[in-house]
């Protein structure tokens, strides 16, 4: 798995990525990248998690620029506490499904007649490279996607990756970035149909709140209260008897250590 000195250079003149210990790195995209539907199973989200905290947020990358970003399974292993076997595993299962995840979201589209909202899809990458027998994988970001990425000055959601390290779900990891965009504030509330995109959740548990509370919400909470030093009370907002929103109060406990 290991990486020649000579080709790691050459690989780091042109992967545009800051090299830092676990708990110095962040990982920080748009809002609207955030509330987005992400399509990524949880191996795939490590992977995009872990090339996103090594890139400059706050530098802006030139128009049509290229942006590659290069994990091996060493640093995979290390960073989500998986033994070596695994971490080759999940990185190169995770990088063969990657290329073909989109990001989902909506934006205003203007016509004659006033404003509409258009269904907006793109990929996460525009190549991804496994390096067979070494352990490492390059990650060619998508070139739309990168303004969500890089150049971050206003309305944009950071955490650190080591916040994320320890979870075992991507529905936990999913409300870590909802809630942490609100994080000054201490609440947020989204309408249910906008959760439940932004949480990937499958259609069967969309249609009926009962099986997403039981299945998404109360789980991705208690990972987060257990995991991560939050405290979290959420209620819903109903109309009859139908839920259409989902509030959440919440504050994080910094002093208190990563389990």
Not at 16 to 45: I, P, Q, Y
Request: net charge positive; hydrophobic share 40%; glycine share 6%.
């Amino acid at each position: 798995m290991s990486v020649s000195k000579s080709k790691k250079v050459k690989v780091e003149q042109y992967d545009n990525t800051l090299e830092r210990a676990l708990g110095e790195r962040w990982v920080s995209m748009s809002n609207a990248l955030t509330r987005a539907g992400h399509g990524l199973t949880l191996s795939e989200k490590r992977i995009i998690a872990c090339a996103v905290s090594k890139l400059d947020s706050k530098k802006a990358v030139k128009a049509g620029a290229a942006l590659v970003s290069k994990i091996t399974a060493s640093e995979y292993a290390e960073t989500f506490n998986v033994d070596a076997d695994t971490a080759y595993d999940q990185l190169q299962a995770g990088s063969k499904s990657l290329y073909n995840r989109s990001i989902s979201f909506y934006e205003a589209s203007y016509r004659r007649a006033g404003k509409d909202l258009a269904k907006v899809q793109m990929r996460w990458v525009g190549k991804v490279v496994y390096h067979e027998g070494e352990g490492w994988v390059e990650l060619a970001w998508w070139n739309d996607l990168i303004p969500h990425l890089t150049g971050l000055q206003r309305q944009f959601t950071s955490y650190q990756l080591q916040q994320a390290s320890a979870l075992r779900s991507a529905y936990s990891w999913r409300l870590l970035e909802l809630i942490t965009r609100f994080e000054s504030t201490g609440w947020a509330e989204y309408d249910i149909t906008d959760f439940a995109a932004s949480m990937d959740a499958p259609p069967s548990l969309t249609a009926d709140f009962g099986q997403m509370k039981r299945r998404i919400v109360e789980p991705a909470v208690k990972e987060l209260v257990v995991k991560d030093n939050w405290s979290i009370d959420w209620s819903t907002v109903k109309k009859g008897k139908k839920v259409t929103a989902i509030r959440f109060k919440f504050e994080r406990n910094k002093q208190q250590r990563l389990l």
